[in-house]
């Protein structure tokens, strides 16, 4: 698979797994076949075995500011060819009555535009993988043999199950199985030129009609990946190709020579540490990890500043006010504070984490979240600092305070019980109340967006809320909505 390096830019080709090699004298029998696309499942479970559990339960990422934060990992595009897409699909790959994977379009009309070519149903998910489960669990009865064969023909499908089934949102809910190979860009364009000038113009003709499965997908399916993806250029496999290209010759010295298995695998590894290694040093290394001992000081003394400092940094007039103090005192602020009570798998280890970090890996940071007041009222607002003193005694959270907004006149959104929101500013004052509450106040952290209907009608769709003047009346008019599809913490 490829990585990409967030820090240098670069894309690296990376070694997941090694699938051992068949030998081929046994693949030329029809058990031969089955023993190849089981093994190939089997490599794929135990490849991605943990993201696909963590896709249902989800799984606990540590951030490197610290904290910890719930994620569900999704499976969204696998860019390969068509042959490896069939075979990741557990699909027969040629020879079948239907050979496209997204629709049921027969081999004989794949070009046409009738019910059975271009026009074609989409293949079911749900239909496709159930029939794979029932031959695989299939017994050896008088008959299963024929009966197994006439499900494969039905649905020109392998007798195995793919791997990727059980990754959440693949074979359930929205099944986006076979719509996860992007559209092979590379390819198709060199298949769209030659339909243009041989294929369309020449070829079909003089020798007849031509029925290949890329051009059907050309013909029948982009303006699916429009739809999905937006555009034709995720699923290009021009640079997998271009990264096989460094491993191909060690492939053909050491290919089909079976004694030398373990040897070519401790060698392709230490050979790719070594090219690693030298483009860091021609790249320029990457700034050590800090150290855990590091992390913890940061996050227990933060950064010392006066409340005057702060009132001018963030852009909090009144802080002073609202904390009780003068400009002149000095206070230690945080970018972020653990609330709540650990959550269940977690219990006794982490609690939740409420940010508010003017810059967190180059961007702002600042969540919204639920809280009480000492009046008992409950509020929504944006933490804007966190405070403390050097003993970790006193520990405060500066939230801006938002109230409720009228509702447009048929808003889907409002439709949908998400709360509309402004600024709570006083009606004879020009600046946003400041709240300073405690972590026992915070009741939960919620997913805030704005009202992008509201904010293109008054700016036009292409100023973004940062580019904004940040004037009274600005301030007036910005509306947020709660987003009620996001799961709070």
Same mark, same amino acid.
């Given at each position: ?74 499976? =969204? ?24 994977? %997204? ?53 020109? =499908? ?21 719509? %996860? ?50 555009? =034709? ?15 191909? =010759? ?65 852009? %909090? ?173």
């Amino acid at each position: 698979m490829r990585i990409v390096n967030i820090r240098l830019k670069t894309i690296r080709w990376v070694t997941v797994a090694y699938i051992p090699q068949v030998v081929p004298a046994v693949l030329s029998s029809t058990k031969g076949n089955e023993v190849r696309v089981e093994l190939l499942q089997r490599i794929l479970f135990l490849v991605f075995r943990s993201c696909i559990k963590a896709s249902h339960t989800g799984s606990f990422l540590d951030l490197p500011g610290g904290g910890e934060v719930r994620v569900s990992p999704r499976a =969204l595009l696998y860019v390969c060819d068509q042959k490896e897409e069939r075979a990741v699909m557990c699909l027969k790959s040629s020879g079948c009555q239907y050979p496209c994977t %997204l629709c049921m379009c027969e081999k004989g009309a794949a070009c046409t535009d009738k019910k059975q070519g271009l026009q074609a149903r989409r293949r079911s998910v749900r239909a496709t993988v159930e029939a794979q489960l029932s031959n695989a669990s299939m017994g050896q009865f008088w008959g299963a043999a024929a009966q197994r064969q006439e499900i494969e023909m039905a649905h020109s =499908l392998n007798s195995v199950p793919p791997a990727l089934a059980a990754w959440a949102g693949l074979a359930n809910g929205p099944e986006l199985l076979y719509d %996860l190979p992007g559209f092979d860009r590379l390819h198709a364009k060199v298949l769209a030129v030659r339909a243009k000038d041989w294929v369309l113009e020449h070829y079909q003709p003089l020798l007849g009609p031509c029925h290949n499965t890329k051009l059907h997908r050309l013909a029948a399916h982009v303006m699916d990946e429009f739809r999905l993806r937006g555009n =034709l250029y995720d699923g290009d496999t021009g640079l997998n190709e271009s990264l096989h290209k460094r491993v191909k =010759l060690a492939y053909k010295m050491t290919n089909r020579k079976r004694a030398l298995f373990l040897e070519q695998l401790v060698l392709v590894e230490q050979a790719a540490h070594a090219l690693c290694d030298d483009m860091c040093d021609v790249e320029g290394d990457e700034p050590p990890p800090a150290r855990p001992s590091d992390l913890r000081r940061l996050r227990k003394m933060g950064k010392r500043c006066t409340v005057a400092e702060l009132i001018r940094r963030r852009d %909090l007039p009144g802080l002073d006010v609202a904390l009780g103090l003068s400009q002149g005192t000095t206070v230690l602020t945080s970018a972020e504070l653990f609330f709540g009570d650990p959550t269940t798998p977690r219990a006794g280890r982490t609690k939740k984490t409420l940010r508010a970090a003017p810059e967190f890996h180059g961007s702002p940071w600042f969540d919204w979240l639920e809280y009480r007041t000492s009046d008992g009222r409950t509020h929504v607002g944006r933490a804007e600092v966190v405070l403390h003193n050097h003993a970790g005694t006193w520990q405060r959270v500066v939230v801006k305070r938002a109230e409720s907004a009228a509702a447009e006149p048929g808003c889907v959104l409002s439709a949908y019980k998400c709360q509309r929101l402004r600024w709570s500013i006083p009606v004879d004052g020009m600046d946003v109340r400041l709240d300073v509450i405690t972590a026992q106040d915070v009741l939960r952290v919620v997913v805030v967006e704005f009202d992008w209907e509201d904010l293109c009608s008054r700016h036009g769709p292409t100023k973004m809320p940062d580019a904004l003047p940040q004037t009274a009346a600005e301030v007036r008019a910005a509306r947020f909505f709660t987003n009620v599809f996001a799961p709070s913490v």
